[in-house]
């Protein structure tokens, strides 16, 4: 998983170390000497994540940190305080400045690539759900409501065998109007689950065996928990479980012996980025089901889908599949058209079952869909088109009445390169399109150089 990351140091040699490690693991890195230079540098170059020393002459890391938060250009970015002081105080000092994370020096780097993993995963969740917000608002819709920073009535699932320390943590919580419920095992904290309420959950890695890590896994595999944030609790001596942990897709620790403060930062965190992504989610369920649906197949149409890949070009790089049931026009003449739009329906509906949840699917007209893929490479978008191939000639649609049908789909493939247009994209996909049928159909076909800017006006292909 790749990503811009920002390295914020007055020591030269702290820099180059740790760009040389991030360039090692495939980052893209870039440099800053001191908090001013720091702050220039996230407004102009976007990283996805930043980190930053504290200790540094003029201003600090707190207040860089502060001063990152309170800019729209950068508040949405990942900071990741690095400091040699000790002090837990001082970990809850930059937790409450708005920093994702607090790593002492000198660095350990496994858990340092496990921490970037973790806010990636997160992050391209909120960009996702960012970015079809943004274009909800660019169609005209209004915002929802900012959430309230108080984190008073949010509900958290507490997991730990040990009844002193889940005394302790109920009241460091509760303090903050937080309600826990308790669970001394996985049995009782998936009836918890299952309840769906939850704004949090506190794992002890000290279970019985490895129930924990186990714990962690089911959770992140089952859809209704996946995004639900999760916060582990262990000793000193469970790093490699911790980072393992974060590797399964936890979000957050802390060790033992708990500080109440720091735990207090920790949650409060969770909870309001939580909050923030469920109101994009409310905010883009609103207004997008009123006016940029598909009428007869539920998918997004075709006003959406291009505001959606414009964003995806400005944002960086857009992968395009472009759809086209073959040889539909005979299933409308020798079936009708009610036959032909269950079918539409059946394909739309498969399509959706075979998809990455930040992909978008949208029926572009007639028997032609759509795909927008954000961040994917070549080889990710013709493996995801050979999935909805296979997806739709492995079965036949069944229609009332009649002998079920079988459905084909020819595909064409295109991936966007530095600088290329809506235009350049959907036209260098039709292209590949045009070529899937003219060899037979039911294939897919991958834009190729000359497919760029080629246009083939006049040409009809069902």
Known sequence: MSARILVVDDIAANLRLLEARLNAEYYEVALAASGPEALVKAAEWAPDIILLDVMMPGMDGYEVCRRLKANPLTSEIAVVMITALVDPAERVRGLEAGADDFLSKPVDHPTLFARLRALLRTKQVLDAFRL????????????????????????????????????????????????????????????????????????????????????????????????LPLLLIADEDQRPQILRGFDLGANDHVLRPVDPNELRARARNQIRRKRYQERLRAELDRSLEMAVTDGLTGLRNRRYATRHLEGLLRAGKAGLLMVDVDRFKAVNDTHGHAAGDEVLREVARRMKQHLRALDVVARFGGEEFIVAMANASEEEAVQVAERLRLALV?????????????????????????????????????????????????RVELAQPEDWRSHRAGVVVD
């Open 132 to 227: 079809r917000a943004e274009t909800a608002r660019e169609l005209g819709f209004a915002p929802e409501p900012q959430p309230s920073g108080s984190v008073a009535g949010a509900e958290a699932l507490l997991i730990t065998e040990d009844v002193n320390e889940a005394e302790l943590l109920v009241s460091v919580l509760s303090s903050d109007g937080i309600q826990v419920h308790l669970a001394e095992d996985g049995v009782k904290a998936w009836e918890t689950l299952g309840e769906g309420r939850l704004d949090l959950v506190l794992l002890s890695l000290s279970l019985d065996g490895q129930d924990g890590l186990r714990f962690a896994s089911r959770m992140r595999a089952q859809a209704p928990t996946r995004e």
């Open 394 to 442: 492995e079965t036949a649609v069944k229609l009332d009445q009649m002998a079920p049908l079988s459905i084909t789909a020819s595909i064409g493939v295109a991936v966007s390169r530095a600088g290329d247009t809506l235009k350049d994209l959907t036209s260098a996909a039709d292209a590949a399109l045009y070529r899937a049928k003219a060899k037979g159909r039911n």
